[in-house]
């Protein structure tokens, strides 16, 4: 079986194909080079999507885990497929989010879920734009 080039390594050379091949050459329309340097700056983000995945989405399910242990336990969150480790991983933030809407948190457990939920919010936005400022509180 071929493992090699994986799916980030083919997407940043779409994208290092497209910005540093295709757009010089369509200097003379700005809007075909506009479209272009999106859908290299698209193929980028889904390589670091790809790339970063699953450490994020690890931290993620331990945060949870903390978070609401009696329903994690019932989730497959460590499944070996990836449909059935994002299936519960969605499952697990729908239980969080009714808990937030129906206020049952303690003090205690309404401010970690509110780290966790910026944690997550951080990680996201690391992987569109790791320069993003996330600074907390400021």
């Known amino acids: 079986m071929q493992t090699r080039p994986d799916h980030p390594t083919l ?3 779409v994208a290092q194909f497209l910005t540093a091949e295709v757009s010089p050459a369509l200097e003379r329309d700005k809007a075909l080079q506009f479209r272009v340097l999106i859908a290299a700056n698209l193929a980028s983000v889904m390589a670091n999507e790809l790339r970063s ?3 994020r989405h690890s931290a993620e399910v331990a945060r949870l885990e903390r978070l609401l242990p009696a ?3 019932a989730l ?3 499944a070996p497929d990836r449909a059935t480790r994002l299936g519960a991983l969605e499952q697990l933030n729908r239980a969080l989010a009714a808990r ?3 206020g049952t ?3 205690e457990a309404l401010a970690r879920a509110l780290d966790h939920l ?3 919010a951080t990680e996201t936005l690391a992987v569109t734009n790791p320069r993003f400022d996330v600074t907390h509180g400021g």
């Open 11 to 13: 997407l940043d050379a």
């Open 53 to 55: 995945e699953p450490a």
């Open 71 to 73: 329903e994690a336990a």
């Open 76 to 78: 497959p969150l460590h």
């Open 105 to 107: 948190l303690s003090p």
């Open 118 to 120: 910026f944690a997550t």
């Open 100 to 102: 937030l809407e129906a």
